[in-house]
Structure formats: structure tokens, C-alpha cells
Nanobody, 124 residues
Framework: VQLQASGGGLVQAGDSLRLSCAAS????????MGWFRRAPGKHREFVAA????????VYADSAQGRFSISKDNAENTVALQMSSLRPEDTAVYYC??????????????????WGQGTEVTVSS
């Protein structure tokens, strides 16, 4: 499985940005897809996840109400729409695929495959 994240960039506080992740090598309509991020000097943290059938989503508290995760099983892509961005959202964002049950969707250790990351910088 290969995951390719894209869409990062430099934006101003309050702006919106849409990240995309394309998967190849395996159809992912039955798996959990997640977004994580690593801010400078910090550990990687969970941002959002969506399950295989796509009605279930979960967000970190920091993302709730501002970010939206979606999935296109036909295109094998998952997106993270981010709005009202803040300087503290500055990080490298990673998409990942998990073959574990949904109940582990917030846990980094249960993700089997990772994309290379796309950098998001939010200026104040």
C-alpha cells in the first residue's frame, strides 16, 4: 500500500486548506483512514479518522468543528478539509491506513501504512 499526501502549504490564520491522500496498491473501502500531525518539537498526534463505510468519523478536540474528514472509495482518496486555521495547526500532516477495528482509530500504533506527510504552516 502506498499513500501519497498533498495539499499542504503556507496560509494565514483564519484561512482554509484541503489536504488529500491518494491510496494505491489496495482498495481501502473496508479500512480506517486517519490523519495525524506532528508539530515542531512535538510528538505526532491524532487529528481525525473515518471508517471504511464512511458514516463514522472521529476528531481530536482541537479539530472538532473546524476540520472535516471525507472519503471517496471509488477514487481511493481521503481528504481533510481544514478551516479557521490557527498558528498552532502548523505541522506536518500524515495520512495513514489502519486494518484494525474502528475502536482503535485514534491510536497511532494501530495504523499499518503511512504517507510521507505534507507540511502546513499557518502564519499569524
Amino acid at each position: 500500500v502506498q499513500l501519497q499526501a498533498s495539499g499542504g502549504g503556507l496560509v494565514q490564520a483564519g484561512d482554509s486548506l484541503r489536504l488529500s491522500c491518494a491510496a494505491s496498491g489496495r482498495t481501502f473501502n473496508t479500512y480506517v483512514m486517519g490523519w495525524f500531525r506532528r508539530a515542531p518539537g512535538k510528538h505526532r498526534e491524532f487529528v481525525a479518522a473515518i471508517d471504511g463505510s464512511a458514516p463514522l468519523t472521529v476528531y481530536a478536540d482541537s479539530a472538532q468543528g473546524r476540520f472535516s474528514i471525507s472519503k471517496d472509495n471509488a477514487e481511493n482518496t481521503v481528504a481533510l478539509q481544514m478551516s479557521s486555521l490557527r498558528p498552532e495547526d502548523t505541522a506536518v500532516y500524515y495520512c495513514a491506513l489502519s486494518t484494525s477495528p474502528w475502536r482503535w482509530s485514534r491510536r497511532e500504533r494501530y495504523y499499518n501504512y503511512w504517507g510521507q506527510g505534507t507540511e502546513v504552516t499557518v502564519s499569524s
